[in-house]
C-alpha cells in the first residue's frame, strides 16, 4: 500500500512540478519521462538474456509510444502511461520478478495512472499551450 501511496504522490509531484514551470514543453517532457521509465527495466534485467531481450523490445515500444505522443498527439502519451502501467503490474508474467525492485510494480503502475490520468483530464491545457506556441511562431498576435 506504501508503494501506491509514493507512487501517486510522485506523479502528483511531476505534474505540479511542471504546471509551476510553465515554460516547459508539457508533450516533451512527459514524451521524455515515458521513454525513460520505459527503459529502467532494460537496466534491471541486464544479467538475464531473455528478460533482456523483452524488457528492451518493451523499451523501444514505450519509445515509440512518446514519439508519436509529441508528435501526433496527447492522447497516445495518455496511452503510453496507461500501457506502461498495465506492463508494470503484468512484468511477471513476461519476466523474472526478482530481477525488479520489490513492490516496484505497484510504485510505477501507480506513477503511470496517475500521469495518465492528469494527461486525459487536464488535455486541453496541452492543446491551449501547443496553440500559443503556434501563434507564436507564426507572428500572429490578437
Given at each position: 500500500m506504501i508503494s501506491i501511496v509514493i507512487g501517486i504522490s510522485s506523479g502528483l509531484?511531476?505534474?505540479?512540478?511542471?504546471?509551476?514551470?510553465r515554460h516547459f514543453d508539457k508533450?516533451?517532457?512527459?514524451?521524455?519521462?515515458?521513454?525513460?521509465i520505459g527503459f529502467l527495466y532494460v537496466g534491471f534485467a541486464w544479467t538475464?538474456?531473455?528478460a533482456l531481450v523483452i524488457n528492451s523490445v518493451q523499451a523501444i515500444a514505450f519509445l515509440t509510444f512518446a514519439y508519436y505522443g509529441i508528435k501526433k498527439s496527447i492522447y497516445i502519451l495518455?496511452?503510453?502511461?496507461?500501457?506502461h502501467g498495465c506492463w508494470d503490474l503484468a512484468y511477471n508474467l513476461f519476466g523474472d520478478?526478482?530481477?525488479i525492485p520489490s513492490h516496484y510494480d505497484l510504485f510505477c503502475s501507480s506513477l503511470d495512472f496517475t500521469i495518465a490520468a492528469y494527461i486525459?483530464?487536464?488535455n486541453r491545457k496541452f492543446?491551449?499551450?501547443?496553440?500559443?506556441?503556434?501563434?507564436?511562431?507564426?507572428?500572429?498576435?490578437?
Open positions: 509531484f511531476i505534474v505540479l512540478l511542471f504546471v509551476i514551470l508533450k516533451a517532457i512527459y514524451g521524455l519521462i515515458l521513454s525513460g538475464d538474456l531473455q495518455a496511452a503510453g502511461y496507461f500501457l520478478s526478482g530481477l486525459l483530464v487536464f492543446s491551449v499551450n501547443d496553440l500559443n506556441k503556434q501563434v507564436d511562431k507564426s507572428g500572429i498576435s490578437d
